[in-house]
T-cell receptor
Framework: ETGVTQTPRHLVMGMTNKKSLKCEQHLGHNAMYWYKQSAKKPLELMFVYNFKEQTENNSVPSRFSPECPNSSHLFLHLHTLQPEDSALYLC??????????????FGAGTRLSVL | GQQLNQSPQSMFIQEGEDVSMNCTSSSIFNTWLWYKQEPGEGPVLLIALYKAGELTSNGRLTAQFGITRKDSFLNISASIPSDVGIYFCAGQLGANNDMRFGAGTRLTVKP
């Protein structure tokens, strides 16, 4: 148990569906992240939130829409996805601030399949 | 950007053998991290390194921060079946939140 909980663990959706991924951290951290993990590729950073403010958007298509209502919760809203969006989506959190405090702790991920 | 080259991509070893994997970059990092990911789980932090030349151990795991600040290695001694998983290196450049990940080394340990 890393203190970062992601739901659902598995999701299958059609290209016309709308779904949301949820992440909750119980570590008192101030920064939260969404990553995409595809087979045999490095983790791809998608979004970063610091103190509920989005500080990074790595050219992610608009069919992915993040939401951070507070420092403990992060959502990823999905709509009209493509089959190539199938991947493991990982949430992470960190304390934020200086180097020693910026270690990221990951959730178990949501395995997404787009049909 | 700061790309990390992690090698080898995969390793098949016998239980009891030692393992070594490394990560190199064309850019300098100020922090190096090693994570392990098991099937169906997210990456779990193994070791964090903050100074060039630093050598840190965590049980049978030892990692070093290269003196050029452009590389790091992870050694696992006397491997056991539960060492199976994918090991990722990660480099962090500055006091912002950027972290770059290697593509991972997939370790298989045969009993």
């Amino acid at each position: 148990e890393t203190g970062v909980t992601q739901t659902p663990r598995h999701l299958v959706m059609g290209m016309t569906n709308k779904k949301s991924l949820k992440c909750e951290q119980h570590l008192g951290h101030n920064a939260m992240y969404w990553y995409k993990q595809s087979a045999k590729k490095p983790l791809e950073l998608m979004f970063v939130y610091n103190f509920k403010e989005q500080t990074e958007n790595n050219s992610v298509p608009s069919r992915f829409s993040p939401e951070c209502p507070n420092s403990s919760h992060l959502f990823l809203h999905l709509h009209t996805l493509q089959p190539e969006d199938s991947a493991l989506y990982l949430c992470a959190s960190s304390q934020g601030g200086g180097l020693a405090k910026n270690i990221q702790y990951f959730g178990a991920g949501t395995r997404l399949s787009v049909l | 950007g700061q790309q990390l080259n992690q090698s080898p991509q995969s390793m098949f070893i016998q239980e009891g053998e030692d393992v070594s994997m490394n990560c190199t970059s064309s850019s300098i990092f100020n922090t190096w991290l090693w994570y392990k990911q098991e099937p169906g789980e997210g990456p779990v932090l193994l070791i964090a390194l903050y100074k060039a030349g630093e050598l840190t151990s965590n049980g049978r795991l030892t990692a070093q921060f290269g003196i050029t600040r452009k590389d790091s290695f992870l050694n696992i001694s006397a491997s056991i079946p539960s060492d199976v998983g994918i090991y990722f290196c990660a480099g962090q450049l500055g006091a912002n939140n950027d972290m770059r990940f290697g593509a991972g080394t997939r370790l298989t340990v045969k009993p």
